[in-house]
């Protein structure tokens, strides 16, 4: 009987270190996801959520036109394609973008940079004279601050990083100098 209500006591210890145990887990876990939140930045989750919803794709063009989809709206819409372009130069989009093209299969990284060079360029070509004058005025004064920050952003990367996405950077140079001053 002894030995019998000692077995219970040593369950009933283990079982209260267990529960204990795991409620440090789940207190630690909430805190954790709390300060990675905090820490990153929400256009950076809906970049990777688009991206994780595209990313089996085989068509890089497709691939791109969905994630751009997903984390825009529809293409169709000239204020939401305007919004994508504008955020090539938003300091967070840029970050997440990286963090893509790093995480990226390897297969399929040159393709993705080389769609959304494709995408720039398209975007330029499909400028009515009304949407650059807009475009243009959006990049003016305020506009010249995030064009500087972006620059720096994207001259801290490494050089290797910086030669695969000069296609990207190319086409959006040419936009910017295509806009009317």
Not at 32 to 58: C, F, K, S, T
Not at 131 to 154: F, I
């Given at each position: 009987?002894?030995?019998?209500?000692?077995?219970?006591?040593?369950?009933?210890?283990?079982?209260?270190?267990?529960?204990?145990?795991?409620?440090?887990?789940?207190?630690?876990?909430?805190?954790?996801?709390?300060?990675?939140?905090?820490?990153?930045?929400?256009?950076?989750?809906q970049d990777?959520?688009?991206?994780?919803?595209?990313?089996?794709?085989?068509?890089?063009?497709?691939?791109?036109?969905?994630?751009?989809?997903?984390?825009?709206?529809?293409?169709?819409?000239?204020?939401?394609?305007?919004?994508?372009?504008?955020?090539?130069?938003?300091?967070?989009?840029?970050?997440?973008?990286?963090?893509?093209?790093?995480?990226?299969?390897?297969?399929?990284?040159?393709?993705?940079?080389?769609?959304?060079?494709?995408w720039v360029?398209?975007?330029?070509?499909?400028?009515?004279?009304?949407?650059?004058?807009?475009?243009?005025?959006?990049?003016?004064?305020?506009?010249?601050?995030?064009?500087?920050?972006?620059?720096?952003?994207?001259?801290?990367?490494?050089?290797?990083?910086?030669?695969?996405?000069?296609?990207?950077?190319?086409?959006?140079?040419?936009?910017?100098?295509?806009?009317?001053?």
């Amino acid at each position: 009987m002894a030995l019998d209500m000692k077995a219970k006591s040593g369950r009933s210890k283990f079982w209260r270190v267990a529960v204990i145990c795991m409620a440090i887990f789940v207190v630690l876990g909430a805190v954790v996801v709390h300060r990675v939140r905090r820490v990153l930045p929400p256009e950076l989750m809906q970049d990777i959520r688009a991206g994780i919803a595209a990313r089996n794709i085989p068509d890089a063009d497709e691939r791109f036109e969905k994630y751009l989809e997903l984390r825009y709206g529809p293409q169709s819409d000239p204020a939401n394609r305007q919004k994508v372009f504008l955020d090539f130069f938003n300091l967070d989009h840029i970050r997440a973008l990286q963090l893509m093209v790093k995480h990226s299969p390897e297969n399929q990284r040159q393709a993705n940079i080389n769609a959304t060079a494709k995408w720039v360029e398209k975007y330029r070509e499909s400028l009515t004279p009304q949407q650059r004058a807009d475009l243009s005025a959006r990049l003016q004064s305020p506009g010249q601050t995030m064009l500087q920050q972006a620059t720096a952003q994207y001259n801290s990367q490494d050089v290797q990083y910086r030669g695969q996405t000069a296609p990207v950077i190319s086409q959006l140079l040419q936009t910017i100098a295509s806009l009317p001053k």
